[in-house]
C-alpha cells in the first residue's frame, strides 16, 4: 500500500475522525471564551463587587491582549518541544486559568487569570490548525482547512447568546467551570491521540527582548486606554509612567526586532505595500467591529434592561447570511480583484452602522433583526478580500509570519477597539445628558418635548414632584446613553467609509494559478487570519 493510500484509509479510520472532533472542540472551546463572555460581563462586574462597570471591559481587552500574543510564543515551543506536547500542556493551563476565573473574588483576581486564560488560549489556536492539516493527505487538506474554518465561526456566531443563557440560568462562573472540565477533556484526549508520536525538533533561539517589548507595548497602551476615563487619564501619575515606557519601549523594539534573523514579529514584511495596506484595513474594520459588538451587546443590558440571554439573541440574526457568504467569498475572491470585494464590503459596513446610529428610541431596537442580517453579511465577506490582499505577493514561510503578524496586530486592534468605544460613550454621555436637560429645562420645542407630556402624565396620575425629578432624570439618562451609542455606531461608519477608500493605494491582487502546495500553505494562512 502506497503512503496515499494509507492517508486515504486513516480518513475514515475512528483515530481521524476523533482527532477531527477534538482539534474541533479545542478551537471551539478558546474562541467560545472570547466571545461569550461578552454577554455575561455585568454580571461579573456586579458579582465581583466594589468596582465601576467599566472594570469589567479590562478582563476581556486584557484576554485579547494576551490571546495575539499567545501566536509568537506557539511557533518557538512548537519547534522545540513538538505541537502536540505544547497543545497538551497549554490545555492544562487553560484549565487551571479557567478555574482560577471561576473561583476569583477580586477584579485583580480575574483579571490576571483571564490574562493567563488568553495567553494559553493563543498558543493553542496555530497548533490546532497545523496539527489538523497534517493528518490530512496532500489533495484533502484544502477539505480540511474549510472544516477548521467551519469550527472558527460557530463560536463567535453563537458564543454571546450561549454565554447570556448560562449566566441568566447557571450563573456567570458556570462558563469557567464548562471551560475547565473541557479543557481537561481536551488536554487528556491529546496525550492519547498523539502518544507514541515523534517529531522534529528545532533548537530555534528565541527572541526573548522582542516579545518581551511588545508585551510591555501592548500592556502599557491596553492599561492607558482601559484607566483613562476611570483615572483621569494623564493626571495620573500610573497612566503618565506608562506612557514613558511605551514612548521610550517602541523605537528599541523596532531597532530590535529589525536586526533579529527570527523576530517575535516581522517587521520586514511592512516593506510589501499590499501587506501595510491591508493589515491597516484588518486593524480599522476589526476595532469597529469587536469594538461596537462589544460595546452593544453590554449597553443592551444596562440602558435597555435586556436580559443577557435575550442581548445574546439579538446577535443571531447575522448567522442566516453571514455562514452563507463566507464560503461563497472564498469563491468569488478568486476570479476578481479583492479590492473591489474589500472596498464594497467596507461601504457596507458603513451603510450599517449609519443605519444603526439612527436609532433614537429605547423602544425601537425590536426593530435591530434586519440591520443585524445585513452586518452577518458583511461580516462574513469582511476577512477574506482583505487576507487575501495582505498575503498578495508573498509566498512559502513569509506567508504563514505574514498571517501570524496580521493575527497578532490585528487582534490587539480589536482589544482596543473595546475600549475606544467605551471611551467615546463616556465622551459623548455627559454632552447629551447635559443637551437634553437644556431642552427640557427650557422647554425649547413643544412639539419635540416628549418629555414634557411625560410630565405632565405623571402629574395627572398625581406622582409626588420628586419622584417625577427622579424619573426624568433617569429617563433623560438613558436617552443621553443611547444618542451616546449612536455616536460610536456613526464614528464608526466613517471609519469604513475610510477602509473603503484605503484599499485602493494596494497594487491589484488577482489570485495567480498556484501549485497545489502553494495554494494549499496559502488557504492555510488565511484561515490562520480569519480569527473573530
Known sequence: MTTCDHQETRCFGWHFILLNLMLGLAHIVVLFNAGSYVALEPHAVGNLGGVLPSFGRWAQTNFMIALALGFPLARWLSDRYGEPRVLS???????????????????????????????AGGVTLPLSQSLLIKEYPDHLKSLGLAIWGFFTLMPFTLGLATGGWLADHWGWRALFYLTTLLALFIAALAVALFHGKRHDVRHEPFDLVGFVLLAVIFGGLQTILNGGNDFDWFDDPLLRGMLVVVIVAVPIWIVWELGERRPAMDLRLFAHRNFS????????????????????????QMLMGYSSELAGLVFLPMLLLGMPMIALMHEIAKRLDVRWLACLNGLGFAATFYWIGLYDDPHSYDQIFWPMVLEGVFLGSFFTPLTVLTLHGLSGEQMLRAAETANILRIAAGAMGITWQGIVVFRRLPFHQLHLSDRFGGRISASYDALNQFTAKLEALGFDPAMIQRKVQLTIKQAAGILALNDAFLLSSYLCLGMAALVWFAHSSRVPVLKQAEAVRELQAEELMEQP
Not at 473561583?103 to 486564560?117: E, M, Q, W
Not at 495596506?277 to 451587546?297: D, E, H, N, R
Open 277 to 300: 495596506v491591508g493589515l491597516l484595513c484588518l486593524g480599522l474594520g476589526f476595532l469597529s467591529i469587536q469594538g461596537l459588538l462589544s460595546l452593544f451587546v453590554v449597553q443592551l
Open 89 to 119: 500542556v497549554a490545555f492544562i493551563a487553560y484549565a487551571v486559568a479557567s478555574a482560577l476565573c471561576a473561583t476569583a473574588d477580586s477584579i485583580a483576581g480575574f483579571v490576571s487569570a483571564r490574562i493567563l486564560l488568553g495567553l
